[in-house]
T-cell receptor, first 112, second 111 residues
Framework: GIQVEQSPPDLILQEGANSTLRCNFS?????LQWFHQNPWGQLINLFY???GTKQNGRLSATTVATERYSLLYISSSQTTDSGVYFC??????????????FGKGTKLTVNP | DTAVSQTPKYLVTQMGNDKSIKCEQN?????MYWYKQDSKKFLKIMFS???????INETVPNRFSPKSPDKAHLNLHINSLELGDSAVYFC??????????FGEGSWLTVV
């Protein structure tokens, strides 16, 4: 099956710093999603980004499908950005549908 | 209004018991899912339903049985609970293969 690898596994920042999270995937995909799981466990979708670049406030994401990676940029980080960031890609199933395969996540801690 | 809601949020139960987790979405989506997140935060799909039809059934013990009475609901029933079933169970929904929206999770602890 498809492999999804995220790096770094852990990241500690001071408030105000910028960061880049990476997601590599082993097979061609037709879309990619980024999620943030906050310290209370809520999973929130950030981006649906099959290719190109999207921005939403201090966050932006870029997917280069031909090179099988995606990057999530967080600028001017805040303590509320803490949590685990997951990327997920679709993978076909035997029944002809698709399932999302998640990476293991990057745990981000932003200190005040 | 909560888009994907699941109940209960917390569940502590003894080994051998049977329990259910309910999920409802008000987004008008046609596809619903159950995901399991283990203690290492790894998220893995368990089941998926499209228009009430089971389309994904991963390698899950048959003690787990999903039921979708209609497009807006997907419940998860677990028989003969085991210690290893302790995890966070997330319900989710999407419109076909588009952006997926998760519920707040149900923390299951089996003692």
């Amino acid at each position: 099956g498809i492999q999804v690898e995220q790096s770094p596994p852990d990241l500690i920042l001071q408030e105000g710093a910028n960061s880049t999270l990476r997601c590599n995937f082993s097979d061609s995909v037709n879309n990619l999603q980024w999620f943030h799981q906050n310290p209370w466990g809520q999973l929130i979708n950030l981006f649906y980004i099959p290719s190109g670049t999207k921005q939403n406030g201090r966050l932006s994401a870029t997917t280069v499908a031909t090179e099988r990676y995606s990057l999530l940029y967080i600028s001017s980080s805040q303590t509320t950005d803490s949590g685990v960031y997951f990327c997920a890609v679709p993978h076909p199933t035997q029944g002809g549908s698709e399932k999302l395969v998640f990476g293991k996540g990057t745990k981000l801690t932003v200190n005040p | 209004d909560t888009a994907v809601s699941q109940t209960p949020k917390y569940l502590v139960t003894q080994m051998g018991n049977d329990k259910s987790i309910k999920c409802e979405q008000n987004l008008g989506h046609d596809t619903m899912y159950w995901y399991k997140q283990d203690s290492k935060k790894f998220l893995k799909i368990m089941f998926s339903y499209n228009n009430k039809e089971l389309i994904i059934n991963e390698t899950v013990p048959n003690r787990f049985s999903p039921k979708s009475p209609d497009k807006a609901h997907l419940n998860l029933h677990i028989n003969s609970l085991e210690l290893g079933d302790s995890a966070v169970y997330f319900c989710a929904s999407s419109h076909s293969r588009n952006t997926i929206y998760f519920g707040e999770g149900s923390w299951l602890t089996v003692v």
